[in-house]
T-cell receptor
Framework: DSGVTQTPKHLITATGQRVTLRCSPR?????VYWYQQSLDQGLQFLIQYYNGEERAKGNILERFSAQQFPDLHSELNLSSLELGDSALYFC?????????????FGPGTRLTVT | GQNIDQPTEMTATEGAIVQINCTYQTSGFNGLFWYQQHAGEAPTFLSY????GLEEKGRFSSFLSRSKGYSYLLLKELQMKDSASYLCAVGGGGYQKVTFGIGTKLQVIP
C-alpha cells in the first residue's frame, strides 16, 4: 500500500459526459502528479501540482483540468469525453520540495467511455 | 524535451539474469528512476540513480552513465513474479518533472 488513495476505482460513462477523479496523496507529500495510461501504452504525464499550485504541464488536453485543494487532495476533471479517453488514470505523490524524487502511485481509476 | 528509449519486450528464464537497457536524451537531468508495473496495477518504485555508477538493492541493481545518457536495470535470480513491465523514467526538464519511457515488458519463463 503506497498510501496514495484514488476514487473511484472504476468508472463507466458515455461519450460527451464529464467525470471527476479524486486523489489523496501520502500524508506529508505536497506534490501530486496525474498520468494517463491507455491499453499497452506508457505512462503519459498530464499535470503536476505542488502545494496547491500548478508546476508542470504535460500532454493534457484542453478538455481536461485539474486542481489541488488546501488539504492537498487533487481532482482531475475530464469533460466532453471521447472513446479514446478510456484509460487507466494514475495519481502519484512525492514529498521533496525540489528536484525529481521518487513517486508513490495510487491504485488508479479505470475509466471506460462507451 | 525528454526522449527515452528502452526495448518493448524481453524474455528470460527463471533463475537467470536479465539486463534491461534505457537510453535517454534530456534538456536537464535530475536523476533516473526504475519502476516495476504488473499488468493493470500501479507502478512501484525500484531504484533511483543521480550519480554515475551502480546501485545495488537485493536482486535488483541499476547503473547510470550520465555522459552516455544510459542506464540499465539488472535483475538476478529471476522469479516468475518478476514478469512485469519495467519503466525507465528521467527527472528533469521542469520542476520535479519526470518523464516515463514506454516500458519493457519482461516475461519470465520456466
Amino acid at each position: 500500500d503506497s498510501g496514495v488513495t484514488q476514487t473511484p476505482k472504476h468508472l463507466i460513462t458515455a461519450t460527451g459526459q464529464r467525470v471527476t477523479l479524486r486523489c489523496s496523496p501520502r500524508s506529508g507529500d505536497l506534490s501530486v502528479y496525474w498520468y494517463q495510461q491507455s491499453l499497452d501504452q506508457g505512462l503519459q504525464f498530464l499535470i503536476q501540482y505542488y502545494n496547491g499550485e500548478e508546476r508542470a504541464k504535460g500532454n493534457i488536453l484542453e478538455r481536461f483540468s485539474a486542481q489541488q485543494f488546501p488539504d492537498l487532495h487533487s481532482e482531475l476533471n475530464l469533460s466532453s469525453l471521447e472513446l479514446g479517453d478510456s484509460a487507466l488514470y494514475f495519481c502519484a505523490s512525492s514529498g521533496q520540495s525540489g528536484g525529481a524524487s521518487e513517486q508513490y502511485f495510487g491504485p488508479g481509476t479505470r475509466l471506460t467511455v462507451t | 524535451g525528454q526522449n527515452i528509449d528502452q526495448p518493448t519486450e524481453m524474455t528470460a528464464t527463471e533463475g537467470a539474469i536479465v539486463q534491461i537497457n534505457c537510453t535517454y536524451q534530456t534538456s536537464g537531468f535530475n536523476g533516473l528512476f526504475w519502476y516495476q508495473q504488473h499488468a493493470g496495477e500501479a507502478p512501484t518504485f525500484l531504484s533511483y540513480n543521480v550519480l554515475d555508477g551502480l546501485e545495488e538493492k537485493g536482486r535488483f541493481s541499476s547503473f547510470l552513465s550520465r555522459s552516455k545518457g544510459y542506464s540499465y536495470l539488472l535483475l538476478k535470480e529471476l522469479q516468475m513474479k518478476d514478469s512485469a513491465s519495467y519503466l525507465c523514467a528521467v527527472g528533469g526538464g521542469g520542476y520535479q518533472k519526470v518523464t516515463f519511457g514506454i516500458g519493457t515488458k519482461l516475461q519470465v519463463i520456466p
